[in-house]
């Protein structure tokens, strides 16, 4: 059974830091590129980070130099480290699983909010 399951979310002042962490099992991890996505009421779901499975990195515009996505082959982790968070950050991040020809994975979603 495929599993992916997010943690860290919560409630940061502007200028703080998170670090979400996905836990994935069910499938073979390391041939899977990764990738976080938010989401708010009434908009299309975002795609913020993503990692491969060769651990090349893309990073939306409005993340870059503040977001940090990285993956644990090992441990079947992925984390996105995100410093000096902004209220336009509050969403709902998920964490998804894609490869070429196979069908993609999403977690449930962890609640980020930024407010002071």
């Given at each position: 059974q495929v599993q992916?399951?997010?943690?860290?979310?919560?409630?940061?002042?502007?200028?703080g830091s998170l670090r979400?962490?996905?836990?994935?099992?069910?499938?073979p991890f390391g041939t899977y590129a990764m990738s976080w996505y938010r989401q708010n009421p009434?908009?299309?779901r975002e795609q913020v980070a993503?990692?491969?499975?060769?651990?090349?990195?893309?990073?939306?515009d409005s993340v870059k130099g503040r977001f940090t996505i990285s993956r644990d082959n090992a441990k079947n982790m992925v984390y996105l480290q995100m410093n000096?968070?902004?209220p336009e950050?509050?969403?709902v991040y998920y964490c998804?699983?894609?490869?070429?020809?196979?069908?993609?994975?999403?977690?449930?979603?962890t609640q980020v909010t930024v407010s002071a």
């Open positions: 992916l399951v997010e943690s860290g979310g919560g409630l940061v002042q502007p200028g979400l962490s996905c836990a994935a099992s069910g499938f009434g908009r299309e993503a990692i491969g499975a060769g651990a090349g990195t893309y990073y939306a000096s968070l902004k950050d509050t969403a998804n699983a894609d490869r070429p020809g196979a069908r993609d994975y999403w977690g449930q979603g």
